[in-house]
């Protein structure tokens, strides 16, 4: 071990780790005072590290907002040791790696995972950020229009609007009210006016505040920790020291002038929320008490007596969440947030005076410990069984938290609890009064009552003063009978121990039952050996989808199924026994997940609540304008989502559009809708997988008791074979180019999306387009996103739906969509001959790294079933997929790869089949029409006399002309179950 560059270290042992956490840990504290964290996992398939700096966008300098995320953006684009700009991702790239870094308020981070083989070369390009990095001045001019697109990118978004208004409404002169993403006015067009230089800013921002005793590394490998430590030690402790003080903020960022007021504001979906905050005392060195969980515990509860109970029988609200948030060192958020029905809109102020009186009951208890009892034991159980993560997730999480915990306790701090403090939780529902809070209601209806604007993000808004009268009132609120603490949990797993093992346990799920009603898969667990399990059932529904009408009706009977189980389903969800009920084009999709102790008893309880369902006028009134809303809010998603989905609803079969289904939301009634349902329940088939801690036999009663109870209480019968619909991909002909155009109000960007199809699933192609995608995305970000600088968002992607699949290009732009359609033939045209230049190491670097990611093993038990359940529901059982794959990915060479890409992508290519999405902004002065071209980079030649694309002007008419794609064969087939 480099004993040499530490001067605390901190063994395994002594750091206080989960029982099923099988990896090993050492956290030592280096001579230049960076905090390492290193973890030894022998069976991992990716390594990987995360750099937390204790410096984020609230020190950006006052005069340059944005200056700590274009540094983070900076560090990526040359190093003095890897001066090539690209050198750090594509390593990464043909390692089977990824990478990225976050700029929060007062952090940074940056991350990335590779082969487990290729830790040493990552880790030696990634240390170069805080050795040497370039910060040339071509990178630096066109980097600036990368967070402009950055920033462009997210202001229709409703969320990144309203906490910059928060923000904004408080003190203009402390550090939390700073603009921390920047744009091109901040980085570039102000600085400029003003004689600012600002490559000199960000040197000079990286030399202040890049230092090594305010940053916190976790590195995560499959080698031992001694050669963990010799491997990462020395290159860390060679990050310089500046001895920077890691920032603490006295002052509250609201003053007296700033709380008692009240916002209007006017979002870009159709929204109705009201969120009521405080401003706390950072509770952080609390951590084991944690006396904001056992508020929000409460106050987010949703069982009788909870405020979520009261408000919703009202019909003010469809949920409530409460959260005590992060500020930055030194204050911290307690906040409220409702979401409104349109009758809790007009009533506001009530509900306001039932949240005090809540808060009021609180208060009068004057034991909770049995509460904080029972959080600590549920905290205990997750902990004892806490599922293992992707080693990414892992070690960007932990950076963040060696920041916040003795390093001792940096994987337990945040888990458990170990001390009662009924004081501190006293003096947290102290502060939670109508006296310091601010308050913010959201919703279209205020816009003829606005009066201001937002200068980052231009929310419009109204600012006002809460009257004493009403803030006396609050404070004077008394007691409601109806509020009450929640009972004990019933649904606390008291079992934890193994079934019998299966004798000759097969390797993959199994068929255990197919009748005319049912198919059901069964696998135990032999990996993870958790007290778990997941239950996986797709109800299938010839009546779901046959027009737009039913496909509402299912929906809508899902939401409103959900809400009426909620007061039950809390308390299991807190006990670690969650559901999920959502529709699905052939009918519904239930998942029940977790602790398999109490989980027959949960699944009964929901299929006992789904064939008594009743629909409520009031709830029914309530979801419809929700789930209507929430149709006529598609258009604002952003642009390069809206054009995935227009390829989507082109290549599909049939797929019912949001404005058709919006459009007959009109005829949904109470009565349609209970009409619906015994009908939709009549005729059914269900697929089902029963994967974890489970015996064969209690999977067989499992789905005998979910049969029967359908049976036996809706007289539900199986459907016709000929009703078990899958709906197929549309056949584009060879030599195609259709465009699809499609306008956009809300956002200000273009996108363009270019789906090239590539034929019927196989193994080899499937490895062959897996493998030229790998090879292209890359230089396809390189060049589309860094050189050229066409947008922010610029993906290369392999699409699969019903057995077809093909590649896809897509990018979100301030051009023309037509110019990026162009630019995107020219890297195409271009990478004909980078893939003839292709040398065989490389290209077999990129066939490695995909055997890595097909054999990377999955993590816990819920992905492993997620991983099974996408053969069942795609009706492929191929459950032997990578194996099959990997030995494919050993057999292809780099003139197989050619040949596919001439055959089905290149320029002229027989079977090329081609179909783009443009989204247009509805104001094209939006849109910038220069061709512009950063820096005089050499722009790639667009290919000569490209054919003109077949403009599809009606969805329904492209469908008629085009055929068909058979369905994938099954790779088991079923009609043989095995009892």
């Known amino acids: 071990m480099a004993n040499q560059y530490v001067v605390q270290t901190f063994e395994h042992d002594v750091i206080i780790h989960s029982d099923s956490d099988k990896r090993l840990y050492r956290a030592v504290v280096l001579q230049n005072g960076m905090k390492v964290l290193l973890i ?17 966008s609230m020190k950006d300098p006052k005069e340059i907002p944005g200056l700590a995320h274009f540094c983070e953006h900076m560090l990526f684009l040359g190093t003095e040791k890897y001066t090539e700009e690209n050198a750090y991702t594509a390593f990464l790239r043909q390692h089977g790696g990824t990478c990225n870094a976050c700029t929060r308020r007062e952090s940074t981070n940056y991350y990335f995972d590779v082969s487990s083989e290729n830790l040493s070369g990552a880790l030696d390009r990634f240390a170069q950020f805080f050795l040497c990095p370039l910060f040339t001045q071509s990178a630096t001019e066109r980097e600036i229009n990368a967070v402009n697109s950055e920033n462009d990118k997210n202001l229709k978004l409703d969320a990144w609007r309203i906490q910059m208004l928060k923000q904004s409404l408080g003190n203009p002169m402390h550090e939390y009210s700073n603009f921390g993403t920047g744009n091109r006015d901040t980085l570039c067009t102000i600085p400029m006016s003003k004689g600012i230089n600002i490559r000199d800013e960000v040197i000079k921002f990286y030399s202040k505040f890049y230092s090594s005793n305010i940053m916190s590394l976790v590195v995560l490998g499959k080698e031992p920790l001694d050669e963990l430590s010799d491997l990462v030690l020395p290159l860390f402790s060679l990050v310089e020291n500046k001895s920077v003080e890691i920032p603490f903020w006295t002052g509250e960022p609201y003053g007296p002038d700033h709380i008692k007021k009240i916002f209007y504001a006017i979002p870009v979906k159709d929204l109705r929320i009201l969120i009521v905050s405080w401003t706390v005392p950072d509770m952080s060195e609390f951590y084991a008490s944690n006396p904001g969980n056992i508020l929000e515990h409460l106050i987010e509860h949703e069982g009788n007596g909870s405020l979520s109970s009261e408000l919703k029988k009202e019909g003010w609200i469809t949920f409530l969440t409460g959260d005590l948030l992060d500020g930055a060192k030194g204050f911290m958020f307690f906040e409220i947030q409702f979401s409104l029905s349109e009758e809790g809109l007009e009533n506001v102020d009530n509900i306001l005076q039932k949240l005090f009186q809540y808060i009021k009951m609180l208060r009068k208890e004057e034991n909770m410990e049995w509460v904080f009892k029972e959080c600590q034991q549920l905290a205990y159980i997750n ?133 005319k009603m049912a198919r059901l898969w069964f696998k135990q667990d032999e990996t993870f050996l958790q007290p778990k399990a997941c239950l996986s059932f797709a109800i299938s529904s010839p009546l779901s989808y046959t027009d737009p009408l039913n496909f509402n009706h299912t929906c809508l009977f899902v939401n409103l199924l959900n809400d009426s189980l909620t007061e039950y389903a809390y308390n299991a969800q807190l006990a670690g026994l969650s559901y999920e009920l959502q529709e699905t084009i052939y009918g519904a999709k239930l998942e029940v997940t977790g602790f398999n102790d109490k989980m027959p008893i949960f699944l009964r309880k929901i299929m006992e609540h ?55 939301t009109q005829d949904m009634t109470v009565h349609t809708l209970q009409e619906f349902i015994p009908y939709f329940l009549s005729k059914l088939f269900i697929d089902a997988l029963v994967y974890g801690n489970v015996t064969k036999q209690g999977a067989i009663e499992i789905m005998n008791m979910v049969e029967g109870i359908l049976t036996e209480n809706c007289g539900t019968k199986a459907i016709l074979p000929s009703q078990y619909k899958r709906y197929k991909e549309v056949q584009l002909i060879d030599g195609c180019h259709y465009l699809y155009k499609k306008e956009n109000s809300v956002h200000k960007s273009s996108a363009v999306c270019i789906y090239f199809q590539c034929g019927i699933e196989d193994t080899l192609p499937n490895i062959l387009l897996e493998t030229l995608v790998h090879i292209l995305s890359e230089p396809c970000f390189n060049i589309l996103r860094t050189r050229e600088q066409l947008g922010y968002i610029v993906h290369c992607w392999v699409r699969r739906n019903s057995g077809v699949h093909g590649l896809v290009v897509t990018v979100q732009s301030d051009r023309q969509p037509q110019y990026v359609d162009d630019r995107v033939e020219a890297f195409l045209y271009h990478m004909n001959t980078f893939l003839q230049d292709l040398c065989d190491e490389d290209f077999n670097k990129h066939v490695n790294a995909l055997v890595t990611d097909k054999l990377e093993k999955t993590k816990n038990i819920y992905e492993q079933s997620d991983k099974y359940w996408s053969e069942i529901d795609s009706n492929t059982y191929n459950f032997n997929r990578d194996a099959i794959d990997v030995a494919c990915l050993r057999k292809i060479n780099k003139s197989d790869v050619i040949t596919f890409f001439q055959k089905f992508i290149a320029k002229g290519a027989p079977y090329r089949r081609k179909m783009s999405i443009h989204v247009v902004p509805s104001s094209a002065s939006d849109l910038n029409a220069e061709v512009l071209n950063p820096e005089n980079v050499e722009l790639l030649p667009v290919p000569p006399n490209l054919p003109k694309p077949c403009l599809v002007e009606d969805i329904a008419a492209f469908k008629r002309q085009t055929g068909l794609y058979p369905l994938p064969k099954p790779f088991v087939e079923t009609g043989q179950a095995k009892l």
């Open 383 to 515: 902990f004892k069984y806490m599922d293992n993560n992707k080693p990414l997730i892992w070690t960007v999480a932990l950076a963040r938290r060696m920041q916040k915990y003795p390093l001792p306790e940096v994987v337990s701090g945040p888990c458990l609890l170990t001390e009662y403090r009924p004081d501190l939780v006293s003096m947290l529902l102290s502060k939670i009064v109508p006296e310091t809070m601010r308050v913010g209601v959201i919703s279209k209806k205020f816009e003829d009552v606005v009066d201001q604007k937002e200068k980052w993000y231009g929310t419009d808004f109204r600012l006002e003063d809460i009257p004493d009268g009403k803030v006396q009132k609050w404070k004077d609120c008394g007691l409601c009978e109806h509020f009450y603490l929640p009972p004990a949990n019933e649904f606390i797993p008291t079992s934890f121990e193994l079934v019998p093992k299966e004798s000759n346990c097969p390797q993959a799920p199994e068929l255990i039952k197919d009748d």
């Open 610 to 664: 789904l064939i008594d369902f009743k629909v409520d006028q009031q709830k029914f009134e309530m979801f419809k304008d929700k789930y209507t809303r929430e149709l006529k809010n598609f258009s604002a998603i952003e642009p390069f989502r809206y054009s995935g989905y227009y390829v989507n609803t082109l290549m599909a079969e049939v797929r019912w559009t949001k404005e058709e289904l919006y459009k007959s």
């Open 40 to 56: 030894s996992d022998p069976d991992t398939d990716k390594s990987s590290a995360s750099l937390d700096l204790c410096i984020g």
